[in-house]
């Protein structure tokens, strides 16, 4: 059974945030991209995304002969999680932010329709999670609009 246009467009962001590489032009390797989990998440690794989806907001109905078209957007926020690694040179607020750039890169490099489910994505804000003295890891969120549109009568179809 084919996905819903959203999830769809989700697993498309999960491989993008996957192919930060160093290999691939990118500062950092982020060695884990995870969705929600039954288990919970596993941050243990240096580097790690964990995506974080909110709730469906419906800007537009467009009713199209005898289907409604419904234009959509959605907060997905992107937890990054960084460890210091045994060869990190880099002070904190380095590591965080180049991390932090490089997930922005590879959110906003075209093209930014992830597989043609979504119209755009836009970035809307960068914050900190975490200021804890002697900490083990550093966190920061940053929050991306996705904006796509669907069929109510099957949420499979774009129009």
Same mark, same amino acid.
């Given at each position: 059974?084919?996905?819903?246009?959203?999830?769809?467009?989700?697993?498309?962001?999960?491989?993008?945030?996957? +192919?930060?590489?160093?290999?691939?032009?990118?500062?950092? #390797?982020?060695?884990?991209?995870?969705?929600?989990?039954?288990?919970?998440? =596993?941050?243990?690794?240096?580097?790690?995304?964990?995506?974080?989806?909110?709730?469906?907001?419906?800007?537009?109905?467009?009713?199209?002969?005898?289907?409604?078209?419904?234009?959509?957007?959605?907060?997905?926020? *992107?937890?990054?999680?960084?460890?210091?690694?045994?060869?990190?040179?880099?002070?904190? =607020?380095?590591?965080?932010?180049?991390?932090?750039?490089?997930?922005?890169?590879?959110?906003? +490099?075209?093209?930014? #329709?992830?597989?043609?489910?979504?119209?755009?994505? +836009? *970035?809307?804000?960068?914050?900190?999670? =975490?200021?804890?003295?002697?900490? +083990? @890891? *550093?966190?920061?969120?940053?929050?991306?609009?996705? @904006?796509?549109?669907?069929?109510? =009568?099957?949420? #499979?179809?774009?129009?």
């Amino acid at each position: 059974m084919p996905d819903y246009v959203f999830e769809a467009g989700m697993k498309q962001v999960k491989a993008r945030l996957e +192919t930060i590489q160093v290999a691939n032009g990118y500062q950092n #390797t982020v060695e884990s991209v995870q969705r929600q989990a039954w288990e919970g998440q =596993d941050l243990v690794v240096s580097r790690a995304i964990y995506i974080k989806e909110g709730a469906e907001e419906v800007v537009e109905q467009v009713a199209s002969g005898v289907n409604v078209l419904l234009r959509c957007k959605r907060r997905v926020n *992107l937890a990054i999680f960084a460890r210091p690694a045994e060869n990190d040179t880099l002070k904190p =607020d380095e590591i965080m932010n180049s991390l932090a750039g490089d997930v922005v890169k590879a959110m906003l +490099t075209p093209p930014r #329709t992830f597989g043609g489910y979504f119209e755009f994505v +836009t *970035l809307v804000e960068r914050l900190p999670l =975490d200021a804890e003295e002697a900490k +083990t @890891h *550093l966190a920061e969120g940053i929050g991306i609009d996705v @904006h796509y549109r669907y069929r109510a =009568d099957d949420p #499979t179809l774009q129009a």
